[in-house]
Each structure stands twice: as structure tokens, then as C-alpha cells.
T-cell receptor, first 116, second 111 residues
Framework: EAGVAQSPRYKIIEKRQSVAFWCNPISGHATLYWYQQILGQGPKLLIQFQNNGVVDDSQLPKDRFSAERLKGVDSTLKIQPAKLEDSAVYLC??????????????FGPGTRLTVL | GEDVEQSLFLSVREGDSSVINCTYT??????LYWYKQEPGAGLQLLTY?????DMKQDQRLTVLLNKKDKHLSLRIADTQTGDSAIYFC???????????FGPGTRLSVLP
């Protein structure tokens, strides 16, 4: 079974530029998560989708971050414009069911973003 | 708000037991999790425990939960060099949503 795919793996941009990340979850997984992991910290949930609807985006900085999951399959996360403090690894995860407590999240390898 | 704390580093000798500790603040946490992150890789779920349990064992892993003190620990028996990684404690409020991760404990296993 193929895992969660993310691209690109690395991205370097200058502040005020825009960037987009792509995630393809495991086939058949209903729930998709985007996390931000700043160096030395644990992942912070940015947004959680169930199929193509948003379950939780309470920690998404909506003035600059946006995410979509058209057709309930793959997803893109965009930052526009980027700030220095956005430098982090962006992790995508998916789970089979409705995001319940025993519904295991499978993580992708992440996209490392550096903002100069 | 929710907060999860862990010590940042732990070194043990190969073959010894490792104990990684975690404290959390939200008493309404329903599930608590341990994840492992190896260099350059995503997080991997190791085990979880429901808040009405106080212990769970899974092969070399033992999870202990003290709800009164809001303290969670992960014991790895017979630690191997392949166990070297960062271990994250996480809590879930609202039955599987609102995951909050700790900062991670970097475990180094010395030969």
C-alpha cells in the first residue's frame, strides 16, 4: 500500500513570496490533516478535512494560509505571502475513518520550507 | 489552553530500559498517544491509551498513565540502537480531534 505522498520535499523562497504544497493521502482515507512543525517543536495542527469538508481550522492563520481538498482526495496548502516565521516542516497525514481517537494517522515525509 | 511538556533529551545504553516522560494540562483529554519520528521521516504512531486506563503493554512498550498528576510515560524495554529517534507525546481532546503534540524527546541509544 502506497503511503502519504507530499511534494515538493524542500522549498526555499524569499519572504513575501507565495508557495504551495501538495499532499496525496492513502487511497480511501477520508480524513486529511496538515501540520506545521517548527524546528525543535512538536507538530501543530493547522487544518483537518473530512472528505472535502473542513472539520477544524482553528489554528490556521487565515490571513496568509489557505488549504483546499477538492473532490475529497488530494489537498494543497498555500502560504501567501510568506514570512520568516513560516520556516518549518509541513506534514500531511491521513486516516481511514472519520478522525476518531483510534483512527491511526499515517504521516507523509513532509515538505521543509525555508523562508529567507 | 492545552499544553504538553516533555524533557528534550534522553541517553541510554543499549539493552537498558528507557523511560520517556510527558505531562499534560487538559484534564478533558480523552486519548493520549506516543509517536516516533526518525530522521527525515514522518511521524509513526507507536501506541495510545484511553484516559480511563492506567497501563497498556505492547511488546517492548509499556505506557503508564497517572490521571491525577496528568503524567504519561513510555517505557521501552531492552532499548536498541534502532530505537534512537524523537518521541512525541500527544493528547486528543474531543474524541480524536484537536491533537496537541509535545515538543518531543530525543532518545539517543549508546552502544
Amino acid at each position: 500500500e502506497a503511503g502519504v505522498a507530499q511534494s515538493p520535499r524542500y522549498k526555499i523562497i524569499e519572504k513575501r513570496q507565495s508557495v504551495a504544497f501538495w499532499c496525496n493521502p492513502i487511497s480511501g482515507h477520508a480524513t486529511l490533516y496538515w501540520y506545521q512543525q517548527i524546528l525543535g517543536q512538536g507538530p501543530k495542527l493547522l487544518i483537518q478535512f473530512q472528505n472535502n469538508g473542513v472539520v477544524d481550522d482553528s489554528q490556521l492563520p487565515k490571513d496568509r494560509f489557505s488549504a483546499e481538498r477538492l473532490k475529497g482526495v488530494d489537498s494543497t496548502l498555500k502560504i501567501q505571502p510568506a514570512k520568516l516565521e513560516d520556516s518549518a516542516v509541513y506534514l500531511c497525514a491521513s486516516s481511514l475513518d472519520q478522525g476518531g481517537p483510534t483512527d491511526t494517522q499515517y504521516f507523509g515525509p513532509g515538505t521543509r520550507l525555508t523562508v529567507l | 489552553g492545552e499544553d504538553v511538556e516533555q524533557s528534550l533529551f534522553l541517553s541510554v545504553r543499549e539493552g537498558d530500559s528507557s523511560v520517556i516522560n510527558c505531562t499534560y494540562t487538559d484534564s478533558s483529554s480523552t486519548y493520549l498517544y506516543w509517536y516516533k519520528q526518525e530522521p527525515g521521516a514522518g511521524l509513526q504512531l507507536l501506541t495510545y491509551i484511553f484516559s480511563n486506563m492506567d497501563m497498556k503493554q505492547d511488546q517492548r512498550l509499556t505506557v503508564l498513565l497517572n490521571k491525577k498528576d496528568k503524567h504519561l510515560s513510555l517505557r521501552i524495554a531492552d532499548t536498541q540502537t534502532g530505537d534512537s529517534a524523537i518521541y512525541f507525546c500527544a493528547e486528543s481532546i474531543n474524541y480524536g480531534q484537536n491533537f496537541v503534540f509535545g515538543p518531543g524527546t530525543r532518545l539517543s541509544v549508546l552502544p
